[in-house]
């Protein structure tokens, strides 16, 4: 997006309230994360762990509408989706929490809901959810110390679950035996 020059600038300060006002509501008619942004940061009703909860069932939502010849193949597809979702709620509220909690919740669901589809030929739904976890173990230690503590053996336990599948001997990269923190 280009940065508002001075002379856009100008004329937006001419602009009366009421014309603003038409202007930012047509905006956020077209932009649907504009619109979940400004909701955000206006909204007194709206805080985190609304945005949290909205996503949370979007993410789920996805999963479960997954479908097709190779439901492996449907669910990263899908899985790819949720991500994307996990990513616009943290451009939404910026904060890093958030998006591990939802990673974290992605995770549970899928070893709760779908990890029969583990099994198979197709193993891009294993591949996927490992990279996941993966991308979750990088955002943990960038929290505050005290939450490493919170996430570390719900972590470990699904990081244990995913190492029980011979898949996890495939892939090009080791998976680490638990989350590992800086000292």
Request: hydrophobic fraction near 40%.
């Amino acid at each position: 997006m280009p940065a508002p020059s001075a002379d856009f600038k100008r004329a937006l300060k001419q602009l009366s309230d009421k014309e603003k006002e038409d202007l930012l509501l047509k905006a956020v008619r077209r932009d649907a994360e504009l619109y979940d942004l400004l909701r955000y940061d206006i909204l007194p009703d709206v805080d985190l762990r609304t945005v949290q909860d909205e996503h949370a069932e979007r993410i789920a939502a996805l999963l479960e509408k997954a479908n097709g010849r190779v439901m492996n193949r449907a669910l990263s597809r899908n899985l790819g989706k949720a991500a994307k979702e996990i990513a616009r709620a943290k451009r939404i509220t910026k904060d890093k929490r958030l998006e591990v909690e939802l990673n974290m919740y992605t995770l549970r669901l899928i070893l709760d809901e779908y990890s029969q589809y583990f099994e198979g030929f197709v193993y891009a739904f294993y591949v996927a959810t490992v990279r996941l976890l993966l991308r979750t173990a990088k955002l943990i230690p960038k929290l505050h110390e005290d939450l490493w503590l919170e996430y570390k053996p719900e972590f470990d336990e699904i990081l244990t679950t995913l190492r029980k599948h011979e898949k996890h001997r495939q892939l090009r990269y080791p998976l680490p035996t638990e989350l590992e923190l800086p000292h």
